[in-house]
């Protein structure tokens, strides 16, 4: 059945499907078992596991494979109960369950955050013997502890495995060392990639590439200039994603210190050099760094090179367009870039859209940023709770406070409903307007909905104290700020 490869889609797989339980007779297990993993492998768990059950009706023989199949169904649709009452099928059945079997149960219980199930599962495989712990499962169980913040467990299972018959390898190193890095234990981790050549254990450029990420993250540049010359000296080449976690660190202390947004280009464009083309996401994490350091020709020059070589803008990109447009000034091209990313037929969120909006209003262009919300419902999108916030907030700060409350009766008649947000920002307007009684009315109602005065509007209710005459109704404003206990 090597045609199972060539299954492009779920209708192919229940097409052939069709086909095999009318064959008489019926193919062999091993078949069914091809279709149900190709079936997993574009991913439509529950598809598989119904036709796992219509199997078993039409009485088609499983097999420990068919087994281990449906209970990894179950594991990655987030049913790990399911999967784990597989197992008593398995027993009963008399089958042996392998390292396959018990990986998904072990992973999904991670994924679920069951850790203390997923560490007493491990330890009655090991105890019981019920399957050869291999690296398979090592690595699943390390994977986990790290992911849920128990490196020091992991650190104790590595112990453990170089006791054993098993030794760890560089994947179950890596993870550890990942998983202190993020635990920002750098110096610790520093001490596990020490001792990997003297236990044998070759470092890949995943090790280098995770090391670097953690060092880069506490600015310990002298320490990464330093594993970066040892990784070249080694011969394990930097990948793109080597690259990517670089110009990241260096763009974001960038925003700090004009230097590292420097190294970061010089590093962006020397990655052809070595062989390397940048990504999207290499060049969506530069665009951000130029653009916090207001260099916004050198933004657009990169941005134009992006597009020029073939990549295509994703979500994240026109965000940091739009965002480092508008946040220095430039509404104008930011309103070009949405004209022109509509001409070209691309979709866009209502996300882009509402960060047009805020640097419209912030650059006192409210009738443009009032033109630019009234046609979004021509465009297929629906105004979000961010759209009315920052328009009402645009609003306010022009004094507008009725077309303010005409934009929040609107979210009440829609099924957009304001947040804590929406009501300070109006909560303030009315505040700055004197409307000290209106004010006390819209706080109530505030309150009563569950919403409290936010630092921002404790701070201006506290300087208009402070600049009148003492007023019991700004005074009773004030005890209201804080929720009763």
Known sequence: MSAFSYINGLDDALSIYGKMIRMKPLPHTRVF?????????????????????????????????????????????????????????????????????????????????????????FRKIVREGLCEVNNIIFGVVVDGLCKAGNVAMAIQLLRVMEEGSFRPGSHEYNMVIDGLCKDRTVDSAMKLFDEMPQKGIKRDVVTYTVLIHGLSTLSRWKEVKALWKEMIDCKRYPNVVTFNILIDALCKEGFFKKMKIDEALHLFREMPL????????????ILQGLFRLHKCSTALQIFDEMQAA???????????????????????????????IEKKGLCLHICHYNIVIDGLCKAEKLDTARDLVADLPSKGLELDVVTYSTIINGCCENGLLDEARAFLLKMARGSCFPNGYTYNVIFRGILRSGEFAEATKFLDIMVGRGFYPDLATVELLLSLLHRKEPNPTLLYMITKCAPST
């Open 33 to 121: 078992n091809n279709l149900l993993s190709r079936i997993v492998k574009i991913k439509e768990y529950t598809v598989a596991i119904s036709v796992f059950k219509d199997m078993s009706y039409l009485g088609v023989p499983v097999s420990n494979y068919t087994l281990s199949i449906v209970i990894n169904c179950y594991c990655s649709s987030h049913r790990v109960n399911f999967g784990l009452s597989m197992l008593s099928t398995f027993f009963k059945l008399g089958y042996v369950p392998t390292g396959a079997t018990f990986s998904p149960l072990l992973k999904g219980l991670f994924r679920e955050n069951r850790i203390s199930e997923a560490q007493e599962l």
């Open 274 to 285: 070595k062989g390397f083309e940048p990504n999207v996401a290499t060049y969506t994490t």
């Open 310 to 340: 073939g990549h295509k803008p994703n979500f994240y990109t026109y965000c940091n367009m739009l965002n480092g447009l508008c946040g220095n000034g430039l509404v104008e091209r930011a309103l070009s870039l949405l004209d022109e």
